[in-house]
């Protein structure tokens, strides 16, 4: 079955710095997912890539997927404290159903 | 447009009892799927449901049960509980069984067994 592996598992940075988030996979990537989660809250879809090569953006954050590698990064840019919380990305198993990785914990300092 | 929504949002149950949880998913979906979120396993599915049909299942025991109606509000239920299953228990919706479709999630019912 599909494993997901991210690192960090947690982070710490100072406000207005970048930092990513990878997440790789154990299996050929067809469609990956990033979720953030604010403790004990419900997922908020933040983008989904489709094709290899494939790079979104919304805001200051940005997601690439490299399907050679197996492979998905998620890149903030200049942080703020709204960007902390725990992402998780996601990728698709049998249909509908959705393997997640076990999350990175991100803290902003202000 | 509304959101995915999940009653109660918070429970309390003693071990033994059964528990039933309820989403609704955003309107026009068809598709709802339930996922265990832990500290300790992570997020994890539980099963899937559309037009009325479990049409996907993750592995976890026959406590585990779920349904849909028509109007695609689905409802899970946990017997015999353990303390193991305390729990966020999230839902999620999609408008069909098409793989790659983003899934939306419902805020949680975060229960807990004593």
């Known amino acids: 079955s599909q494993e997901l592996e991210q690192s960090p598992q947690s982070l710490i940075v100072q406000e207005g710095k970048n930092l990513t988030i990878n997440c790789t996979s154990s299996?050929?990537?067809?469609?990956l997912y990033w979720y953030k989660q604010k403790y004990g809250e419900g997922l908020i879809f933040l983008m989904m890539l489709q094709k290899g090569g494939e790079e979104k953006s919304h805001e200051k954050i940005t997601a690439k997927l490299d399907e050679k590698k197996q492979q998905s990064s998620l890149h903030i840019t200049a942080s703020q404290p709204s960007h902390a919380g725990i992402y998780l990305c996601g990728a698709d198993g049998n249909g509908n159903k959705l393997v997640f990785g076990a999350g990175t914990i991100l803290r902003v300092k202000s | 447009k509304a959101g995915v929504t999940q009653t109660p949002r918070y429970l309390i149950k003693t071990r033994g009892q059964q528990v039933t949880l309820s989403c609704s998913p955003i309107s026009g979906h068809r598709s709802v799927s339930w996922y265990q979120q832990t500290p300790g396993q992570g997020l994890q599915f539980l099963f899937e449901y559309f037009s009325e049909t479990q049409r996907n299942k993750g592995n976890f025991p026959g406590r585990f049960s779920g349904r849909q109606f028509s109007n695609s509000r689905s409802e899970m239920n946990v017997s015999t509980l353990e303390l193991g299953d305390s729990a966020l228990y999230l839902c999620?919706?999609?408008?069909?069984?098409?793989?790659?479709?983003?899934?939306?999630f419902g805020p949680g019912t975060r229960l807990l067994v004593l």
């Open positions: 299996k050929t990537l067809y469609g």
């Open positions: 999620a919706s999609s408008k069909t069984l098409a793989g790659q479709e983003t899934q939306y």
